[in-house]
């Protein structure tokens, strides 16, 4: 079965740092790009950048540069997202997703990671 | 970046026709794609490639384009259509911008 199963929710003190997996089955991991988008309570989707299970190349959105790192363990088939200095603001729902290129849309996505920033 | 607007609501009856408009400059230059978004699940793709129905999706959706604006048509609306649509773009290196989201609903 083809699918991303995510890690389970988190709850994350201001100035923490957060790191969600999504683990990929039922096709091959290395043949696609992995995105990230999240999505605060009530809002819309926010897309925070890809990397390429391939070969590792990453592409952020200017907004969490700086402040977020993707990878991925291809022995496991899983891609990751870690995120520091969180605040508040970065309550959200994380999502991965699977990425069609060179269309570059997504065609499969986890059901999504709750993390909480919370003093 | 770019940004792509969408109105914020559209009401339709069921049977009845909803359209959703998303605009941007940089929209002529790159295929638009929409998503359907349900209360507390992950989004899924209703068109592809500005007006390709992928497998599995009812023929009642269909997209369109028009200049700097691509629009999502739900022919014939079903009350499971009432949901949470973005569209969504990107440009060749792949930097991707969402849409502000449109929330249907059936009256």
């Known amino acids: 079965q083809v699918q991303l199963v995510q890690s389970g929710a988190e709850v994350k003190k201001p100035g923490a740092s957060v790191k969600v997996s999504c683990k990929a089955s039922g096709y091959t991991f290395t043949s696609y790009v992995i995105s990230w988008v999240r999505q605060a309570p009530g809002q819309g989707l926010e897309w925070m950048g890809w990397i390429s299970a391939y070969n590792g190349n990453t592409n952020y959105a200017q907004k969490f540069q700086g402040r977020v790192t993707m990878t991925t363990d291809t022995s496991t088939s899983t891609a990751y997202v870690e995120l520091r200095s969180l605040r508040s603001d970065d309550t959200a729902v994380y999502y991965c997703?699977?990425?069609?290129?060179?269309?570059?849309?997504?065609?499969?996505w986890g059901r999504g990671t709750l993390v909480t920033v919370s003093s | 970046s770019y940004e792509l607007t969408q109105p914020p609501s559209v009401s339709v009856s069921p049977g009845q026709t909803a359209r959703i408009t998303c605009s941007g400059d940089a929209l002529p230059k790159q295929y638009a794609y929409w998503y359907q978004q349900k209360p507390g699940q992950a989004p899924v793709l209703v068109i592809n490639k500005d007006s390709e129905r992928p497998s599995g999706i009812p023929e009642r959706f269909s997209g369109s384009r028009s200049g700097t604006t691509v629009t999502l048509t739900i022919s014939g609306v079903q009350a499971e259509d009432e949901a949470d649509y973005y569209c969504q773009s990107a440009d060749s290196s792949g930097t991707y911008v969402f849409g502000t989201g449109t929330k249907v609903t059936v009256l």
């Open positions: 997703a699977r990425v069609v290129t060179p269309y570059w849309y997504f065609d499969l």
